[in-house]
Protein backbone atom coordinates (compact mmCIF):
# COMPACT_ATOMS: atom_id res chain seq x y z
CA UNK A 1 0.00 0.00 0.00
CA UNK A 2 1.59 3.45 -1.47
CA UNK A 3 1.39 6.51 0.60
CA UNK A 4 -0.58 9.60 0.33
CA UNK A 5 1.28 12.45 -0.76
CA UNK A 6 0.59 14.09 2.52
CA UNK A 7 1.78 11.23 4.60
CA UNK A 8 5.26 11.04 2.12
CA UNK A 9 5.43 15.26 2.65
CA UNK A 10 4.87 14.59 6.49
CA UNK A 11 7.40 11.95 6.49
CA UNK A 12 10.12 13.85 4.38
CA UNK A 13 13.70 14.28 6.30
CA UNK A 14 14.17 18.19 6.93
CA UNK A 15 17.53 19.67 5.54
CA UNK A 16 20.24 19.34 8.31
CA UNK A 17 22.00 22.42 8.79
CA UNK A 18 25.34 23.46 6.94
CA UNK A 19 27.15 23.09 9.61
CA UNK A 20 26.58 19.57 10.15
CA UNK A 21 26.57 18.66 6.03
CA UNK A 22 29.55 20.43 6.46
CA UNK A 23 30.91 18.13 8.85
CA UNK A 24 29.39 14.80 7.55
CA UNK A 25 31.74 16.51 3.85
CA UNK A 26 34.62 16.78 5.98
CA UNK A 27 35.23 13.25 6.29
CA UNK A 28 35.09 13.05 2.32
CA UNK A 29 37.81 15.74 2.51
CA UNK A 30 39.94 14.34 5.39
CA UNK A 31 39.65 10.65 3.94
CA UNK A 32 40.88 10.98 0.33
CA UNK A 33 43.94 12.27 1.40
CA UNK A 34 44.34 8.30 2.44
CA UNK A 35 42.63 7.33 -1.11
CA UNK A 36 45.47 9.26 -3.08
CA UNK A 37 48.56 8.92 -1.21
CA UNK A 38 48.10 5.31 -0.05
CA UNK A 39 46.12 3.41 -2.89
CA UNK A 40 46.36 5.70 -5.65
CA UNK A 41 49.81 8.22 -6.40
CA UNK A 42 52.33 7.22 -3.43
CA UNK A 43 52.83 4.35 -1.84
CA UNK A 44 50.87 2.14 -4.70
CA UNK A 45 53.63 2.58 -6.95
CA UNK A 46 56.67 2.63 -3.52
CA UNK A 47 55.12 -0.63 -2.91
CA UNK A 48 55.78 -1.76 -6.20
CA UNK A 49 58.41 -0.45 -7.53
CA UNK A 50 60.78 -0.26 -4.62
CA UNK A 51 59.56 -2.33 -1.87
CA UNK A 52 58.93 -5.60 -4.31
CA UNK A 53 60.78 -4.30 -7.13
CA UNK A 54 61.08 -7.30 -9.84
CA UNK A 55 61.77 -4.89 -12.58
CA UNK A 56 63.07 -7.56 -14.43
CA UNK A 57 59.70 -9.70 -14.29
CA UNK A 58 57.82 -6.12 -15.72
CA UNK A 59 56.79 -5.61 -12.10
CA UNK A 60 53.93 -8.27 -12.57
CA UNK A 61 54.34 -10.48 -8.90
CA UNK A 62 54.69 -6.85 -7.40
CA UNK A 63 51.44 -5.60 -8.73
CA UNK A 64 50.18 -9.29 -8.60
CA UNK A 65 50.87 -8.67 -4.09
CA UNK A 66 49.59 -5.28 -4.29
CA UNK A 67 45.96 -6.73 -5.86
CA UNK A 68 45.94 -9.28 -3.47
CA UNK A 69 46.32 -7.50 -0.16
CA UNK A 70 43.57 -4.95 -1.45
CA UNK A 71 41.29 -7.29 -2.18
CA UNK A 72 41.99 -9.31 1.27
CA UNK A 73 40.92 -6.15 3.36
CA UNK A 74 38.09 -5.71 0.53
CA UNK A 75 37.10 -9.23 0.92
CA UNK A 76 36.94 -8.78 5.18
CA UNK A 77 34.40 -5.63 4.41
CA UNK A 78 32.43 -7.95 2.71
CA UNK A 79 32.26 -10.24 5.36
CA UNK A 80 31.20 -7.90 7.88
CA UNK A 81 30.43 -4.74 6.75
CA UNK A 82 26.38 -5.55 6.51
CA UNK A 83 26.66 -6.55 10.45
CA UNK A 84 27.99 -3.76 11.61
CA UNK A 85 25.59 -2.03 9.73
CA UNK A 86 22.95 -3.90 11.34
CA UNK A 87 24.45 -3.12 14.81
CA UNK A 88 24.37 0.26 13.89
CA UNK A 89 21.06 0.64 13.42
CA UNK A 90 19.58 -1.44 16.13
CA UNK A 91 22.17 0.91 18.76
CA UNK A 92 21.98 4.03 17.02
CA UNK A 93 25.84 3.79 16.85
CA UNK A 94 26.96 4.87 13.53
CA UNK A 95 29.52 7.31 15.02
CA UNK A 96 30.98 5.20 17.48
CA UNK A 97 31.36 2.68 15.19
CA UNK A 98 33.27 5.37 12.35
CA UNK A 99 35.21 6.79 15.44
CA UNK A 100 36.89 3.49 15.87
CA UNK A 101 37.34 2.80 11.91
CA UNK A 102 38.94 6.18 11.83
CA UNK A 103 42.01 5.52 14.61
CA UNK A 104 42.44 2.19 13.39
CA UNK A 105 43.05 3.76 9.86
CA UNK A 106 45.24 6.36 11.20
CA UNK A 107 47.14 3.79 13.31
CA UNK A 108 47.85 1.34 10.69
CA UNK A 109 48.89 4.26 7.84
CA UNK A 110 51.28 5.39 10.36
CA UNK A 111 53.12 2.66 10.40
CA UNK A 112 53.78 2.28 7.03
CA UNK A 113 57.01 4.58 7.67
CA UNK A 114 58.66 0.96 8.60
CA UNK A 115 57.65 -0.59 5.42
CA UNK A 116 61.27 -0.69 3.99
CA UNK A 117 62.63 -2.41 0.57
CA UNK A 118 62.40 -6.10 1.13
CA UNK A 119 59.45 -5.68 3.42
CA UNK A 120 56.50 -7.25 1.66
CA UNK A 121 54.95 -9.09 4.25
CA UNK A 122 55.07 -6.33 6.57
CA UNK A 123 53.32 -3.99 3.77
CA UNK A 124 50.78 -6.28 2.85
CA UNK A 125 49.60 -6.74 6.63
CA UNK A 126 49.52 -3.06 7.03
CA UNK A 127 47.64 -2.42 4.06
CA UNK A 128 45.23 -4.91 4.67
CA UNK A 129 44.24 -3.59 7.97
CA UNK A 130 44.75 0.28 6.92
CA UNK A 131 42.42 -0.26 3.65
CA UNK A 132 39.56 -2.43 5.64
CA UNK A 133 39.50 -0.01 8.12
CA UNK A 134 39.48 2.62 6.04
CA UNK A 135 37.02 1.33 3.64
CA UNK A 136 34.65 0.38 6.55
CA UNK A 137 34.36 3.88 7.28
CA UNK A 138 33.20 4.56 3.97
CA UNK A 139 30.02 2.79 5.09
CA UNK A 140 29.62 4.32 8.22
CA UNK A 141 29.98 7.35 7.21
CA UNK A 142 27.90 7.16 4.35
CA UNK A 143 25.37 5.71 5.94
CA UNK A 144 24.43 9.46 7.55
CA UNK A 145 23.52 10.43 4.06
CA UNK A 146 19.75 9.71 4.33
CA UNK A 147 19.12 12.00 7.62
CA UNK A 148 20.52 15.19 5.98
CA UNK A 149 18.00 15.76 4.05
CA UNK A 150 14.95 15.20 1.49
CA UNK A 151 15.57 12.90 -1.28
CA UNK A 152 15.72 15.80 -3.63
CA UNK A 153 19.08 17.58 -2.20
CA UNK A 154 20.61 14.23 -1.70
CA UNK A 155 22.61 14.33 -5.25
CA UNK A 156 23.51 17.57 -3.92
CA UNK A 157 24.83 16.77 -0.67
CA UNK A 158 26.58 13.61 -1.96
CA UNK A 159 28.11 15.74 -4.78
CA UNK A 160 29.42 18.12 -2.25
CA UNK A 161 31.11 15.69 -0.21
CA UNK A 162 32.88 14.03 -2.93
CA UNK A 163 33.62 17.04 -4.37
CA UNK A 164 35.30 18.64 -1.09
CA UNK A 165 36.96 15.44 -0.76
CA UNK A 166 38.80 16.07 -3.93
CA UNK A 167 40.13 19.40 -2.97
CA UNK A 168 41.19 17.58 -0.01
CA UNK A 169 43.24 15.33 -1.53
CA UNK A 170 44.77 18.21 -3.66
CA UNK A 171 45.76 19.51 -0.98
CA UNK A 172 47.54 16.54 0.71
CA UNK A 173 48.79 14.84 -1.77
CA UNK A 174 49.72 17.96 -3.57
CA UNK A 175 51.57 19.35 -0.41
CA UNK A 176 53.18 15.78 -0.23
CA UNK A 177 54.18 14.89 -3.83
CA UNK A 178 56.12 18.68 -4.19
CA UNK A 179 57.81 18.02 -0.31
CA UNK A 180 58.21 14.36 -0.61
CA UNK A 181 59.13 13.98 -4.35
CA UNK A 182 59.72 10.69 -6.26
CA UNK A 183 58.89 6.75 -5.20
CA UNK A 184 62.23 5.73 -5.99
CA UNK A 185 64.59 3.76 -3.81
CA UNK A 186 67.11 6.65 -4.46
CA UNK A 187 64.38 8.82 -2.60
CA UNK A 188 62.98 6.50 -0.21
CA UNK A 189 64.20 8.39 3.24
CA UNK A 190 62.15 11.20 2.42
CA UNK A 191 58.95 9.37 0.28
CA UNK A 192 58.64 6.75 2.88
CA UNK A 193 57.09 9.70 5.42
CA UNK A 194 53.94 9.48 3.22
CA UNK A 195 52.34 7.14 5.84
CA UNK A 196 52.58 9.33 8.63
CA UNK A 197 51.93 12.55 6.87
CA UNK A 198 48.30 10.92 4.90
CA UNK A 199 47.66 9.73 8.70
CA UNK A 200 48.30 12.67 10.67
CA UNK A 201 46.12 14.82 7.66
CA UNK A 202 43.40 12.28 8.12
CA UNK A 203 43.30 12.46 11.61
CA UNK A 204 43.30 16.25 12.22
CA UNK A 205 40.81 17.19 9.25
CA UNK A 206 38.19 14.79 9.83
CA UNK A 207 37.45 16.48 13.47
CA UNK A 208 34.89 18.39 12.44
CA UNK A 209 32.57 15.00 11.74
CA UNK A 210 32.94 13.90 15.03
CA UNK A 211 31.80 16.92 16.84
CA UNK A 212 29.31 18.22 13.89
CA UNK A 213 27.45 15.28 13.13
CA UNK A 214 24.33 14.28 15.11
CA UNK A 215 23.73 10.36 15.68
CA UNK A 216 19.49 10.40 15.22
CA UNK A 217 17.76 7.65 15.81
CA UNK A 218 16.76 5.78 19.35
CA UNK A 219 18.83 2.89 20.31
CA UNK A 220 16.89 -0.25 21.08
CA UNK A 221 16.56 -2.21 24.20
CA UNK A 222 19.33 -3.72 25.00
CA UNK A 223 19.86 -7.44 26.51
CA UNK A 224 21.42 -9.16 22.79
CA UNK A 225 24.45 -9.90 21.72
CA UNK A 226 26.17 -8.36 18.53
CA UNK A 227 26.46 -11.33 17.00
CA UNK A 228 22.94 -12.21 17.78
CA UNK A 229 21.57 -8.41 16.79
CA UNK A 230 23.43 -8.60 13.24
CA UNK A 231 22.24 -11.72 12.52
CA UNK A 232 18.28 -11.26 13.21
CA UNK A 233 18.91 -7.99 11.21
CA UNK A 234 20.47 -9.23 8.19
CA UNK A 235 18.38 -12.02 8.21
CA UNK A 236 15.41 -9.96 7.81
CA UNK A 237 16.35 -7.81 5.49
CA UNK A 238 17.60 -10.43 3.60
CA UNK A 239 13.81 -12.00 3.87
CA UNK A 240 12.68 -8.41 3.04
CA UNK A 241 14.88 -8.35 -0.09
CA UNK A 242 11.74 -8.73 -2.62
CA UNK A 243 10.07 -5.46 -1.67
CA UNK A 244 13.17 -3.39 -2.53
CA UNK A 245 13.91 -4.86 -5.36
CA UNK A 246 15.60 -1.80 -7.18
CA UNK A 247 18.24 -1.65 -4.78
CA UNK A 248 18.73 -4.99 -5.10
CA UNK A 249 19.40 -4.68 -9.19
CA UNK A 250 21.04 -1.67 -8.31
CA UNK A 251 23.60 -3.33 -6.36
CA UNK A 252 24.68 -5.75 -8.98
CA UNK A 253 24.99 -2.96 -11.30
CA UNK A 254 27.29 -1.56 -8.93
CA UNK A 255 29.09 -4.53 -8.23
CA UNK A 256 30.35 -4.30 -11.93
CA UNK A 257 30.90 -0.61 -12.27
CA UNK A 258 32.92 -0.34 -9.31
CA UNK A 259 34.93 -3.26 -10.06
CA UNK A 260 36.26 -1.19 -12.72
CA UNK A 261 36.16 1.62 -10.46
CA UNK A 262 38.76 0.13 -8.05
CA UNK A 263 41.07 -0.87 -10.53
CA UNK A 264 42.07 2.18 -11.87
CA UNK A 265 42.42 4.12 -8.55
CA UNK A 266 45.11 1.07 -7.58
CA UNK A 267 46.45 0.83 -10.75
CA UNK A 268 46.39 4.43 -12.72
CA UNK A 269 49.10 5.73 -11.56
CA UNK A 270 51.23 2.18 -12.00
CA UNK A 271 49.89 2.51 -15.04
CA UNK A 272 51.54 6.18 -15.66
CA UNK A 273 54.80 4.92 -14.79
CA UNK A 274 54.94 0.73 -16.33
CA UNK A 275 53.20 1.72 -19.73
CA UNK A 276 52.76 5.44 -20.47
CA UNK A 277 56.54 5.76 -18.40
CA UNK A 278 55.96 9.59 -17.26
CA UNK A 279 58.28 11.91 -15.90
CA UNK A 280 57.79 13.45 -11.89
CA UNK A 281 56.52 16.72 -13.59
CA UNK A 282 53.82 14.53 -15.69
CA UNK A 283 52.84 12.39 -13.16
CA UNK A 284 52.25 15.65 -10.63
CA UNK A 285 50.44 17.21 -12.99
CA UNK A 286 48.07 14.54 -13.88
CA UNK A 287 46.86 14.67 -10.02
CA UNK A 288 46.49 17.91 -10.38
CA UNK A 289 44.10 17.46 -12.99
CA UNK A 290 42.25 14.41 -11.86
CA UNK A 291 41.61 16.18 -8.56
CA UNK A 292 40.18 19.30 -10.43
CA UNK A 293 37.82 17.59 -12.62
CA UNK A 294 36.54 14.88 -10.30
CA UNK A 295 35.60 17.33 -7.97
CA UNK A 296 34.12 19.55 -10.42
CA UNK A 297 32.45 16.32 -11.78
CA UNK A 298 30.66 15.28 -8.58
CA UNK A 299 29.93 18.77 -7.55
CA UNK A 300 27.74 19.81 -11.21
CA UNK A 301 26.57 16.13 -11.60
CA UNK A 302 25.30 16.49 -7.84
CA UNK A 303 23.09 19.76 -9.35
CA UNK A 304 22.32 17.75 -12.30
CA UNK A 305 21.44 14.22 -10.83
CA UNK A 306 18.64 15.83 -8.45
CA UNK A 307 16.78 17.58 -12.14
CA UNK A 308 17.06 14.65 -14.34
CA UNK A 309 17.43 11.73 -11.98
CA UNK A 310 20.45 9.91 -10.15
CA UNK A 311 19.97 6.47 -12.47
CA UNK A 312 20.25 8.63 -15.66
CA UNK A 313 22.96 10.49 -14.42
CA UNK A 314 24.82 6.86 -12.81
CA UNK A 315 24.17 6.05 -16.64
CA UNK A 316 25.74 8.44 -18.49
CA UNK A 317 28.99 8.51 -16.03
CA UNK A 318 29.02 5.06 -16.92
CA UNK A 319 29.19 5.96 -20.61
CA UNK A 320 32.01 8.03 -19.61
CA UNK A 321 33.81 5.64 -17.86
CA UNK A 322 33.98 3.49 -21.28
CA UNK A 323 35.39 6.04 -23.46
CA UNK A 324 38.02 7.07 -20.67
CA UNK A 325 39.06 3.50 -20.43
CA UNK A 326 39.64 2.83 -24.52
CA UNK A 327 41.60 6.30 -23.92
CA UNK A 328 43.36 5.10 -21.86
CA UNK A 329 44.11 1.65 -23.65
CA UNK A 330 44.88 3.54 -26.81
CA UNK A 331 46.85 6.83 -25.45
CA UNK A 332 50.38 5.25 -27.45
CA UNK A 333 48.68 3.95 -30.43
CA UNK A 334 46.80 7.44 -30.97
CA UNK A 335 49.99 9.73 -29.98
CA UNK A 336 52.20 7.81 -32.55
CA UNK A 337 49.52 8.07 -34.91
CA UNK A 338 49.05 11.63 -34.52
CA UNK A 339 52.72 12.30 -34.48
CA UNK A 340 52.98 10.58 -37.80
CA UNK A 341 50.02 12.11 -39.80
CA UNK A 342 50.57 16.04 -38.06
CA UNK A 343 53.67 16.47 -38.07
CA UNK A 344 53.65 16.20 -34.30
CA UNK A 345 56.51 15.30 -31.62
CA UNK A 346 54.50 14.81 -28.48
CA UNK A 347 55.26 11.84 -26.02
CA UNK A 348 52.56 9.46 -24.85
CA UNK A 349 52.63 11.08 -21.20
CA UNK A 350 51.37 14.41 -23.20
CA UNK A 351 48.43 12.81 -24.49
CA UNK A 352 47.55 11.19 -21.58
CA UNK A 353 47.28 14.18 -19.85
CA UNK A 354 44.36 14.80 -21.88
CA UNK A 355 42.68 11.40 -20.71
CA UNK A 356 42.80 12.27 -17.13
CA UNK A 357 40.18 14.82 -17.58
CA UNK A 358 37.87 12.53 -18.86
CA UNK A 359 38.81 9.92 -16.04
CA UNK A 360 38.58 12.49 -13.68
CA UNK A 361 35.38 13.91 -14.66
CA UNK A 362 33.96 9.87 -14.54
CA UNK A 363 35.79 8.95 -11.20
CA UNK A 364 33.92 11.96 -9.27
CA UNK A 365 30.55 11.82 -10.52
CA UNK A 366 29.94 8.09 -10.77
CA UNK A 367 30.47 7.60 -7.09
CA UNK A 368 28.30 10.35 -5.89
CA UNK A 369 25.99 9.10 -8.20
CA UNK A 370 25.65 5.80 -6.53
CA UNK A 371 26.01 6.82 -3.06
CA UNK A 372 22.83 8.91 -3.95
CA UNK A 373 20.90 6.62 -5.08
CA UNK A 374 21.49 4.18 -2.49
CA UNK A 375 20.34 7.28 0.11
CA UNK A 376 16.84 7.27 -1.98
CA UNK A 377 16.50 3.54 -1.54
CA UNK A 378 17.10 3.15 1.95
CA UNK A 379 14.80 3.90 4.85
CA UNK A 380 15.86 5.89 7.38
CA UNK A 381 16.18 3.20 10.33
CA UNK A 382 17.68 0.57 7.60
CA UNK A 383 20.32 2.98 6.50
CA UNK A 384 23.36 2.11 7.94
CA UNK A 385 22.54 -2.01 7.23
CA UNK A 386 21.49 -0.96 3.92
CA UNK A 387 24.47 1.29 3.40
CA UNK A 388 26.54 -1.88 4.69
CA UNK A 389 25.13 -3.82 1.41
CA UNK A 390 26.27 -0.81 -0.19
CA UNK A 391 29.72 -1.24 1.18
CA UNK A 392 29.51 -4.85 0.68
CA UNK A 393 28.83 -4.59 -3.20
CA UNK A 394 32.00 -1.99 -2.95
CA UNK A 395 34.42 -3.70 -1.91
CA UNK A 396 33.17 -7.19 -3.27
CA UNK A 397 33.61 -5.41 -6.19
CA UNK A 398 36.99 -4.43 -5.42
CA UNK A 399 38.24 -8.07 -4.70
CA UNK A 400 36.54 -9.09 -8.42
CA UNK A 401 38.09 -5.98 -10.17
CA UNK A 402 41.51 -6.08 -8.37
CA UNK A 403 42.09 -9.56 -8.37
CA UNK A 404 40.94 -10.01 -11.75
CA UNK A 405 43.16 -7.67 -13.32
CA UNK A 406 46.20 -8.95 -11.29
CA UNK A 407 45.81 -12.61 -12.41
CA UNK A 408 45.23 -10.74 -16.21
CA UNK A 409 48.27 -8.68 -15.87
CA UNK A 410 50.39 -11.54 -14.91
CA UNK A 411 49.29 -13.03 -18.36
CA UNK A 412 48.79 -10.50 -20.65
CA UNK A 413 50.54 -7.31 -19.18
CA UNK A 414 48.77 -4.35 -17.77
CA UNK A 415 48.06 -2.69 -20.91
CA UNK A 416 45.73 -5.42 -22.30
CA UNK A 417 44.16 -6.12 -19.19
CA UNK A 418 43.11 -2.26 -18.84
CA UNK A 419 40.14 -2.95 -21.31
CA UNK A 420 38.64 -5.41 -18.41
CA UNK A 421 37.83 -1.95 -16.97
CA UNK A 422 35.97 -1.28 -20.20
CA UNK A 423 34.00 -4.43 -19.83
CA UNK A 424 32.48 -4.00 -16.66
CA UNK A 425 31.52 -0.68 -17.41
CA UNK A 426 28.99 -2.10 -20.12
CA UNK A 427 27.54 -4.69 -18.22
CA UNK A 428 27.05 -2.29 -15.22
CA UNK A 429 25.40 0.07 -17.51
CA UNK A 430 22.99 -3.06 -18.99
CA UNK A 431 22.21 -4.21 -15.57
CA UNK A 432 21.09 -0.89 -14.64
CA UNK A 433 18.70 -0.20 -17.40
CA UNK A 434 16.31 -2.44 -15.34
CA UNK A 435 16.28 -0.48 -12.39
CA UNK A 436 13.29 2.15 -11.92
CA UNK A 437 14.61 5.03 -9.63
CA UNK A 438 10.90 5.80 -8.61
CA UNK A 439 9.39 2.85 -7.80
CA UNK A 440 12.85 1.97 -5.43
CA UNK A 441 11.85 5.30 -3.69
CA UNK A 442 8.49 4.79 -3.26
CA UNK A 443 9.85 0.91 -1.61
CA UNK A 444 11.23 2.65 1.19
CA UNK A 445 8.51 5.14 1.59
CA UNK A 446 5.78 2.19 2.00
CA UNK A 447 8.39 0.57 4.48
CA UNK A 448 8.85 4.01 6.67
CA UNK A 449 4.70 3.93 6.70
CA UNK A 450 4.71 0.19 7.83
CA UNK A 451 7.44 0.51 10.43
CA UNK A 452 7.54 3.79 11.44
CA UNK A 453 10.75 6.45 11.13
Same mark, same amino acid.
Given at each position: ?????? *???????????????????????????????????????? &??????????????????????????????????????????????? /? /???? &????????????????? !????????? +????????????????????????????? %?? /??????????????????? $?? %??????????????????? =??? *???? %????? =???????????????????????????????????????????????? $????? +?????????????? +???????????? &??? !?????? !??????? $????????????????????? @???????? =???????????????? @????????????? %????????????????????????????????????????????????????????????? *????????????????????????????????
Amino acid at each position: MSLTSA *AVAATATPRASRKEILGWAMFDFAGQAYTLLIITVVFGEL &FTTVIVGDRGDGYRLANFLWSLALAMSYLLVVLTGPLCGAVMDYQAS /K /KRFL &FVSYLATVAASAMLYFV !VPGAVLLGV +VLIVIANYAFSMGESFIAAFLPDLGPPED %LG /KISGFGWALGYVGGLLAAG $FS %LFMLGEATAENFARVRWVG =PFA *AGFF %LIAAV =PTFLWVRERGTPQPPGKSYREIAVARVATTLHELKRFRDLGIFLVSLL $FSMAG +VYIVIAFAFIYGAQ +VIGWDEAIRNLM &FII !VQITAA !VGALGFG $FIQDRIGTRITYLFTLGLWVA @AILSIWAT =PEVTAFLNAHLGLAWE @AQHLFLVVGCLAG %LSLGSSQSASRALVGLFSPSRKAAEFFGFWGLANKLAGVIGIIGLGLLQSLVGLKASILLC *AALFIVAILVCLFVDQARGQQAARDWEARNGR
